[in-house]
Nanobody
Framework: QVQLVESGGGLVQAGGSLRLSCAASGRILSIYAMAWYRQAPGKQRELVANLGRGGTTNYTESVKGRFTISRDSAKNTVYLQMDSLKPEDTAVYYC???????????????WGQGTQVTVTS
């Protein structure tokens, strides 16, 4: 029903930056919620940032001031700008969107395939 394609991950040194993208396609009427999660080896998946209706944003404490979530409505794309990266940011990052679809009208929760971010010291 909805496809999410993530990109922008890679290998960077501590202090560097990456910009993750999550592009959605399908019979999308609207995207009402969006979030980025990450999962490091041996750890639980955690919510990193979310962007809700009305443009409100929330971040986990460890990334505040360093990460920024945003969207481009025209492209149905959500971004995660990551600055001042630290080794502890190393994880697989997943995009999660709440979407309203047409044909038929319904809500759908969809996940991206994940993109690896590795930060070296």
């Amino acid at each position: 029903q909805v496809q999410l394609v993530e990109s922008g991950g890679g290998l960077v040194q501590a202090g560097g930056s990456l910009r993750l993208s999550c592009a959605a396609s399908g019979r999308i009427l609207s995207i009402y919620a969006m979030a980025w999660y990450r999962q490091a080896p041996g750890k639980q998946r955690e919510l990193v940032a979310n962007l809700g209706r009305g443009g409100t944003t929330n971040y986990t404490e460890s990334v505040k001031g360093r990460f920024t979530i945003s969207r481009d409505s025209a492209k149905n794309t959500v971004y995660l700008q990551m600055d001042s990266l630290k080794p502890e940011d190393t994880a697989v990052y997943y995009c999660n969107l709440g979407v309203l679809l047409t044909g038929p009208l319904r809500q759908y929760d969809t996940w991206g395939q994940g993109t690896q971010v590795t930060v070296t010291s």
